[in-house]
């Protein structure tokens, strides 16, 4: 069982569409992070969310923190192909020190 | 600034041989990772520095797998002997101190187990 679940698994839609990702899990966690990792790349820190129903905004994309700590968003309004990659969340549980990532959502981004 | 630096990127080895991995994090880093990522997956834990002692190995298989930084910098991850389950990316993160901080991820290291 995933300490964080991510969907959908794989996203493919067109550019121009708007979309949401999300990360949930039975856990609460002292902060939540979403990455984004290209192919041959490591993961790139997008954002980072402390704060119950904290919401950030990172140009396009809007980052939300639910309000009991246990799940988070992202949503991307108007896709383009630059922003196809592998979404990552990761979180620190309160009980915890490790940072635990989720399984990702592959999105493809079509011209 | 530079980034956190890995080598090789890639490597191809034979079950039951050993290979040794190399990080250079990022400089004034106190925070090293290792984290193995086998594709489809997000990437998982292997050990935790904390300039040269281990915060966190829970999740590494010391039965093949060791890690070390011994002067609080650089640092290697070898397995010996290696397994066809061990083909994955490994990948070495650093921070400036301990998890809350970001995480800098080097490219990784693409290892293949035939």
């Known amino acids: 069982t995933q300490l964080l679940e991510q969907s959908p698994q794989f996203l493919s839609i067109q550019e121009g569409e708007n979309l949401t990702v999300y990360c949930n899990s039975s856990?609460?966690?002292?902060?939540l992070q979403w990455y984004r990792q290209e192919p041959g790349e490591g993961p790139v820190l997008l954002v980072t969310?402390?704060?119950?129903?904290e919401v950030k905004k990172l140009k396009r994309l809007t980052f939300q923190f639910g309000d009991a700590r246990k799940d988070s968003s992202l949503h991307i309004t108007a896709a383009q192909p630059g922003d196809t990659g592998l979404y990552l969340c990761?979180?620190?549980?309160?009980?915890?020190?490790?940072?635990?990532f989720g399984e990702g959502t592959q999105l493809t981004v079509n011209p | 600034e530079a980034g956190v630096a890995q080598s090789p990127r890639y490597k191809i080895i034979e079950k039951r041989q050993s290979v040794a991995f190399w990080c250079n994090p990022i400089?004034?880093?106190?925070?090293l990772y290792w984290y193995q990522q086998i594709l489809g997956q997000g990437p998982k834990l292997l050990i935790q520095?904390?300039?040269?002692?281990?915060?966190?190995d829970s999740q590494l298989p010391k039965d093949r797998f060791s890690a070390e930084r011994l002067k609080g910098v650089d640092s290697t991850l070898k397995i010996q002997p290696a397994k066809l389950e061990d083909s994955a990316v490994y990948l070495c993160?650093?921070?400036?101190?301990?998890?809350?901080?970001?995480?800098?991820f080097g490219p990784g290291t693409r290892l293949t187990v035939l």
């Open positions: 400089s004034g880093h106190a925070t």
């Open positions: 990761a979180g620190v549980r309160t009980s915890g020190s490790r940072l635990t």
């Open positions: 856990s609460v966690f002292s902060s």
């Open positions: 520095f904390q300039n040269n002692g281990v915060v966190d």
């Open positions: 969310v402390v704060t119950g129903g």
């Open positions: 993160a650093s921070s400036i101190s301990g998890v809350l901080n970001e995480q800098f």
